[in-house]
């Protein structure tokens, strides 16, 4: 089935169509600066790549790019009726939603109540949805949430030590993010590891530009770090992760920050961009480190002791772990980072083969713990956009059977 994934931020659109069956990308690209000056549309196919002129909202941005599929001379599809469903990422599904869902009025009214949860995200995506169900009305649209795969969380692991009135009242809770990565994860490693996914423990480490790690007890997530926001849990690219509430008061009094300026000082210039001084991009600190800038090696230092504490504290919540998996930007490519993280953890049976860590094929599948190791440590790269489409797929099937 052809299915086209739909990931809309305020001022810029992902879109991959996808054939489910043999999962391949049929073609995928971004629309950048919608409604801002010189707006683009990159496009690639066939190894291929291409830029047409943006456009100035998502309306005309999908409605240009359902044209580019179609067209004549490079397009990808005849007709616009190939593509049988479109998935959309949806940030929040807060407390409501467990699985993917199809987008109708109802659901949209219902996600508009998460705006406060992420403010930038929420209405988004929102604005992409409905700019799909404009264009192209009679083609089912699914929402795709970042937070279903955590709604297994035990309430012990999901609560904040707040009064207990105020989260209940409020929705103040930890919803973890990364959704589609934790599960498509999940699922590759049932098949890896020849298990079915209930008798699954995994610890999860998702490192990019934004970074989280889920504990998977038998099959489902049982705690993440991220938290009500994406902001909780380990140093990011550009975010602090974990620091003391406290610090906020200190910041908004030291530098007169307004809360929202020191919300966003927080989320947009810390972590390894803020540390290091040098960049948010971690082959750019890894650069300046091995020039010998102290603060980039900082910044890198503190980065691996931020995974590594985590990944021991869900050693400790699952007790019996099948693998420790790396993926994501950081997680796939950076043997640096997966070396300085769980070396030394041979006492509690992690053990690396340094060599097969530094040495082999990106992009592919492969164990890189040492036949010592108790808990098997692999590299899996991730595949949000494959994983969107499946549950698109699996949702648009039970619709046609219930017609
Ligand atoms: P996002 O969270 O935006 O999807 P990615 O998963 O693409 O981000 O990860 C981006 C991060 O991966 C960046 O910090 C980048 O520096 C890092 N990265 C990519 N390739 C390498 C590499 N070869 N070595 C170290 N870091 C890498």
């Known amino acids: 089935m052809k299915i086209l994934v739909i990931n809309a931020g305020s001022s810029s659109l992902k879109y991959q169509l996808l054939e489910t069956k043999t999962k391949n990308v049929i073609a995928k690209g971004v629309c950048e600066k919608i409604g801002l000056q ?9 190894g291929q790549e291409q830029t047409f002129k943006g456009a100035k909202n998502h309306e005309e941005a999908i ?5 580019i599929l179609v067209n004549k001379d490079y397009g990808v599809i005849k007709s616009l009726s ?3 469903a479109v998935g959309h990422r949806q940030v929040m599904g807060g407390w409501v939603y467990s699985e993917s869902q199809l987008i109708t009025d109802e659901l949209l009214k219902q996600i508009k109540k998460f705006d406060e949860f992420a403010p930038l995200h929420n209405p ?4 992409g949805m409905l700019a799909c169900k404009k264009v192209m009305p009679n083609v089912p649209q ?26 209940q009242k409020f929705h103040i809770r930890k919803f973890g993010f990364h959704g589609s990565s934790h599960r498509f994860i999940t699922l590759e ?10 008798d699954l423990n995994l610890i999860i480490a998702h490192l990019g530009n934004g970074s989280s790690i889920t504990a998977v007890k038998n099959g489902v997530s049982v705690d993440t770090t991220m938290g009500l926001t994406p902001l909780q849990g380990l140093m990011m690219g550009t975010r602090s992760g974990d620091i003391d509430p406290a610090v906020v008061q200190f910041l908004m009094n030291k530098k007169k920050f307004s809360i929202d300026e020191c919300m966003s000082y927080l989320n947009k210039q810390c972590g390894l961009y803020g540390v290091s001084g040098v960049s948010s991009d971690q082959r750019d600190v890894i650069a300046a480190a091995k020039e010998g800038n102290k603060r980039a090696q900082l910044a890198l230092d503190m980065l691996a002791y931020s995974i590594k504490k985590h990944i021991g504290s869900y050693l400790a919540v699952l007790n019996k772990v099948d693998a420790i998996v790396f993926t994501g930007g950081i997680g796939e490519n950076s043997d640096l980072t997966r070396e300085a993280v769980v070396s030394d953890m041979d006492e509690l049976g992690v053990v690396l083969d340094k060599k097969k860590n530094k040495n082999f094929k990106r992009g592919e599948v492969e164990l ?12 899996v790269p991730t ?6 489409a499946i549950d698109t797929e699996e949702i648009v099937k039970k619709l046609k059977k219930s017609k």
Request: net charge positive.
């Open 38 to 46: 010189n707006p683009t549309i990159s496009y690639k196919h066939n």
């Open 63 to 67: 409605s240009k790019v359902l044209d």
């Open 82 to 84: 190939e593509i049988e």
């Open 124 to 127: 988004a995506n929102v604005t």
């Open 142 to 167: 699914v929402a795709i949430f970042d937070t279903a795969f955590h709604q297994t969380m035990p309430e012990k692991a999901y609560s904040y030590a707040i009064k207990y009135e105020d989260s």
């Open 189 to 198: 490693m049932a098949k890896i590891l020849g298990k079915k996914v209930k």
């Open 368 to 379: 890189i713990s040492s036949d010592k190791s108790k808990v098997k440590i692999y590299v």
């Open 383 to 388: 595949n949000e956009e494959l994983m969107m």
